[in-house]
């Protein structure tokens, strides 16, 4: 594997559907108690392999595990820091998407946080690692999962009451969490910190209100937690950022154009690849994209969505980059998709099929822009 990852122009944001084997294998494990843990993995080592296959034959630079040994795109990571359990309640408790509620599963800070040495994400990636033969890629969630995903009521340690306190204990968790994955081999290590997105929604930003939390207060420190959690990272270490809307079984949560955050993610983070959702016209126009400074970092605007099986033309993707190059460097920008194919297990409703053709038009928009992958 390269010890220092280039800048490449294709990428996906990392989740893919899970196999029928690994649904069915998960189910028996943790529902039945008919499979093993040993019988589990195995299953899952298998689909992993060969989703890096499909991933390398398709031409992209970058692969993934496709987060198979998850249920969630966060929760997994969370639950096995130290000081934070994820506690179920009643179905009705679930996050309210478009349609649909989110499992009931919900994160309790108990402790004081910390990042262990044997989280098993770090396994994940050597085993990703040992496996292909491009760069490889692990996704985690960002430090304001952590917070926002968190409820008043369930933080109980008296001093993570105050909130300065508290983000600063998370971005120590991050920052030595970014280590220990470098540790591990990671040089390309991407931080899913969605609600920057979520704090542009009306109705959010009045929920956070009536909590008595100022949403661009918000926005403020949890640019700050980023880019405490990554600021010390080694040379030889990119860091990605991914920023949606939501994506459960193909709906969303938010709406609302980047201007409110478009200078925090930019500017006072320092990541080296954005994530942008950009999939319909929930996301706002490509403004934002001025906020962008001249330099080495390259934002991916997601035109290509992931949650329906309808295939973007190469004509309409070529026009949509024509466009966001009024606003960056088009020697800054890249292609992926909007989202994961599937943040839970659940995944989105399209076909491995449909997936297969998004991620070689991925490709295929590459070459075609910029004579590259």
């Given amino acids: 594997m390269p010890s220092s990852p280039r800048l490449h122009r294709a990428d996906h944001v990392g989740s893919l559907l899970r196999p029928s084997a690994v649904k069915q294998a998960r189910r028996q494990h943790f529902e039945e108690g008919t499979c093993s843990a040993e019988e589990l993995k195995s299953i899952e080592d298998t689909a992993v392999t060969e989703l890096i296959r499909l991933q390398e034959d398709i031409g992209l630079p970058v692969v993934t595990d496709g987060e198979v040994r998850r249920s969630?795109?966060?929760?997994?990571?969370?639950?096995?820091?130290?000081?934070?359990?994820?506690?179920?309640?009643?179905?009705?408790?679930?996050?309210?998407?478009?349609?649909?509620?989110?499992?009931?599963?919900?994160?309790?800070?108990?402790?004081?946080?910390?990042?262990?040495d044997d989280h098993p994400m770090l396994e994940h990636f050597k085993f990703l690692a040992d496996q292909t033969r491009v760069i490889p890629k692990i996704s985690i969630p960002g430090p304001s999962c952590c917070h926002f995903r968190t409820a008043k009521a369930d933080i109980h340690p008296p001093e993570y009451r105050d909130p300065e306190f508290l983000f600063a204990e998370i971005a120590r968790t991050?920052?030595?969490?970014?280590?220990k994955f470098y540790e591990a081999g990671c040089r390309y290590l991407q931080l899913d910190d969605i609600f920057f997105a979520h704090l542009c929604d009306p109705h959010i930003r009045e929920q956070k209100w009536q909590e008595g939390q100022d949403p661009d207060w918000l926005i403020q420190r949890y640019a700050w937690m980023m880019h405490e959690a990554i600021a010390k990272r080694p040379a030889d270490m990119r860091i990605g950022m991914h920023i949606c809307r939501g994506n459960y079984k193909s709906t969303w949560i938010a709406d609302g154009p980047y201007d409110r955050v478009a200078d925090a993610i930019f500017n006072q983070i320092g990541a080296d690849i954005y994530f942008l959702e950009y999939d319909t016209d929930r996301a706002g126009g490509l403004e934002p994209l001025r906020y962008l400074a001249k330099g080495s970092?390259?934002?991916?605007?997601?035109?290509?969505?992931?949650?329906?099986?309808?295939?973007e033309s190469l004509d309409d993707l070529k026009r949509r980059f024509e466009e966001a190059s009024r606003y960056a460097d088009m020697d800054q920008l890249g292609i992926a998709p909007q989202c994961g194919f599937a943040s839970t297990e659940e995944g989105n409703t399209i076909t491995e099929e449909d997936q297969k053709r998004k991620l070689e038009l991925v490709v295929k928009t590459a070459e075609a822009i910029w004579g590259e992958v």
């Fill in 297 to 311: 970092q390259r934002v991916y605007p997601g035109f290509i969505t992931t949650k329906t099986g309808l295939l």
């Fill in 174 to 179: 991050y920052a030595k969490a970014v280590q």
């Fill in 72 to 116: 969630f795109w966060h929760y997994d990571f969370m639950g096995a820091l130290e000081g934070l359990e994820l506690v179920q309640r009643e179905p009705a408790a679930g996050v309210q998407f478009h349609g649909v509620n989110l499992r009931p599963t919900f994160p309790t800070i108990t402790g004081r946080l910390d990042f262990p």
